[in-house]
């Protein structure tokens, strides 16, 4: 069973920095997309950014030129680094992997808040 571990959330204040990273137990390359969701209390989980095993990246239109995600095959991780962020960036993020073999797989959140 793959676990995704998800570390790096907290409190920040508005136009602050943060960086989430999610581990793998194992080899990221056995994963042909990679990605971060949020879900804000009352909404829907969403997209926030994903990352293909080519290195090809996607990101939502609200987070676009804020947020940059990566991924270090070597350490199997896939970070989510934010900028600038905004009280409306308050949610727990998720971190989800699609693997070749055709499981979906996600980690168990990290809270992020934005507030003064």
């Known amino acids: 069973q793959v676990q995704l571990v998800e570390s790096g959330g907290g409190l920040v204040q508005p136009g602050g920095s943060l960086k989430l990273s999610c581990v793998a137990s194992?080899?990221?390359?056995?994963?042909?997309?990679m990605g971060w969701y949020r879900q804000a209390p009352g909404k829907p989980r969403e997209l926030v950014a994903a990352i293909t095993s080519g290195g090809s990246t996607n990101y939502a239109d609200a987070v676009k030129g804020r947020f940059t995600i990566s991924r270090d095959n070597a350490k199997n991780t896939v970070n989510l680094q934010m900028n600038s962020l905004k009280p409306e960036d308050t949610a727990v993020y998720y971190c989800?992997?699609?693997?070749?073999?055709?499981?979906?797989?996600w980690g168990q959140g990290t809270q992020v808040t934005v507030s003064t």
């Open positions: 194992k080899s990221i390359l056995t994963f042909y997309n």
């Open positions: 989800k992997a699609n693997a070749y073999s055709g499981g979906v797989y």
